[in-house]
């Protein structure tokens, strides 16, 4: 399973970006989709997830300003971000809970994509 994201991108304060993750490979199942984040010097945080169902969950930090999605039919993943604030820098990396025809459910990471926001 190989995830490619998008979307990332240089913004100023209060702006606003779109992420996308796509998955593709010898998919059977993907189940819970999300999104975290790593600042210089920090550790890597979720910033929101989604279930197969649809059930959202978001950080505190991000909660009001970004939204969530993914489309099951197209293994897609996206992250609609508004009133982006400096602290919000950081690389964007998409992850997946999936499994292919044989195998077990794993966790896959993408290789993630930088939000710069300028204050």
């Known amino acids: 399973v190989q995830l490619q994201a998008s979307g990332g991108g240089l913004v100023q304060a209060g702006g606003s970006l779109r992420l996308s993750c796509a998955a593709s490979g010898n998919i059977f199942r993907i189940n819970a ?13 979720l910033v929101a997830a989604i279930t197969r169902g ?6 505190d930090s ?17 992250l609609q ?4 604030k400096p602290e919000d820098t950081a690389v964007y990396y998409c992850n997946v809970e999936a499994a292919t025809p044989m195998g077990p ?15």
């Open 33 to 45: 989709m999300a999104w975290y984040r790593q600042a210089p010097g920090k550790q890597r945080e």
């Open 105 to 119: 459910l794993y966790n896959y990471w993408g290789q993630g994509t930088q939000v710069t926001v300028s204050s």
């Open 62 to 78: 991000v909660k009001g300003r970004f939204t969530i999605s993914r489309d099951n039919a197209k293994n897609t993943l996206h």
């Open 54 to 59: 649809g059930v959202t969950n978001y950080a």
């Open 81 to 84: 971000m508004n009133s982006l």
